[in-house]
T-cell receptor, first 111, second 113 residues
């Protein structure tokens, strides 16, 4: 069974700092990896989707990388803002419809 | 497009009661899923459907039933609620195949007393 780990569980940074969130997984036989953002009491918002054949994806200040051989993905957030404060989840797709989720990193950006 | 919608937003049940969580999507997605989210654990798949009339079990299916009579709707039924089913439930949908991202609804917060 795929195990997905996100470290750290929580992170506080001052506004403007660049930061990296980490996601590791145990089985490299994946279809894709998706990063989500979850605000308190809300649903999940998709941020980036990386196919297994890709190495990275970028959207605005966000850049996600994927290294299947080492079982790692990172989400890089440039010039962090207080509005980036949320929980970030990574999820691995291993089958037709099954996503395995990490427990998330709770990010706080301090003004 | 409304995307993925879920009702109700909040629900309190007594042990043994039954209820149906509603999920609908207007994106003509083939795939729909139900997940539950518990503190300290990642979201876990309950049931999923790859098209109308086709459903299958996920990681934690016990105590839940689903059916898919239309492309748009995928209700989740709790037959006899238990306190262990206290959780936040999310419905998701995507196009068919393995390459597409999943879109999630806003969730239903269920408490079973």
């Amino acid at each position: 069974k795929q195990e997905v780990t996100q470290i750290p569980a929580a992170l506080s940074v001052p506004e403007g700092e660049n930061l990296v969130l980490n996601c590791s997984f145990t089985d490299s036989a994946i279809y894709n990896l998706q990063w989500f953002r979850q605000d308190p009491g809300k649903g999940l918002t998709s941020l980036l989707l990386i196919q297994s054949s890709q190495r990275e994806q970028t959207s605005g200040r966000l850049n996600a990388s994927l290294d299947k051989s080492s079982g790692r993905s990172t989400l890089y957030i440039a010039a962090s803002q207080p509005g980036d404060s949320a929980t970030y989840l990574c999820a691995i797709k291993t089958g037709a419809n099954n996503l395995f989720f990490g427990t998330g990193t709770r990010l706080t950006v301090i003004p | 497009n409304a995307g993925v919608t879920q009702t109700p937003k909040f629900q309190v049940l007594k042990t043994g009661q039954s209820m149906t969580l509603q999920c609908a999507q207007d994106m003509n997605h083939e795939y729909m899923s139900w997940y539950r989210q518990d503190p300290g654990m990642g979201l876990r798949l309950i049931h999923y459907s790859v098209g109308a009339g086709i459903t299958d079990q996920g990681e934690v299916p016990n105590g839940y039933n689903v059916s898919r009579s239309t492309t748009e709707d995928f209700p989740l039924r709790l037959l006899s609620a238990a306190p262990s089913q206290t959780s936040v439930y999310f419905c998701a949908s995507s196009y068919g195949g393995t390459s597409y991202e999943q879109y999630f609804g806003p969730g239903t917060r269920l408490t079973v007393t």
